[in-house]
């Protein structure tokens, strides 16, 4: 039984660099890993029926960016985690807003069991533009000019540290691994 390992580790590692990266600030993060079973394959058309834990069946059309499709079987295992998270933390005052986005997309190699792994990051800041202390209410405005009021709930510790003119940033995350166990 061949696995492509590298995935859960580079999911793993990526998801500790985050919360290193952002422990003065507030993360929010989660994973679901399912596994479901190959019920069906037609390799000329690049077709896959998966049967997930609950009985229920998916079919999926497969690119021919999968290099190891052809090795699926009936009765192989597919694990597929997927993971989010949401981090938000201060940056420097004066820091102009930004918009960024990359992403990353790993295969198993040629000849390995099926698998793979993308992960896509956005990152946006904001601008402080005004705080209403007393009703714990803040103005941002974005990298395009746009600006949103918003509540900011009693449980953010650094709401009192906020002054007008600091940055705020936000990096979204999410990455899907799947991992394929052949049978032998």
Known sequence: ????????????????????LFAQGIEFAEAETITAEVYGVEKIDRDLWLQGPGGNVVEFQVGEEAKNFNQLEIGDMVNITFYQSVAIYLGKPGELPEDESGSVVL?????????????????????VVSIDKENRIITLKGPLGNTLTTYVDESNQNFDKLKVGDTIHIRYTKALAIDVELQD
């Open 1 to 20: 039984m061949k696995k492509f390992g590298i995935m859960k580790m580079t999911i793993l590692l990526f998801s500790l660099f985050c919360v290193s």
């Open 107 to 127: 295969r198993a190699p040629e000849g390995d069991a099926p698998g793979g792994i993308a992960v896509e990051v956005s990152d946006i800041s904001a601008s």
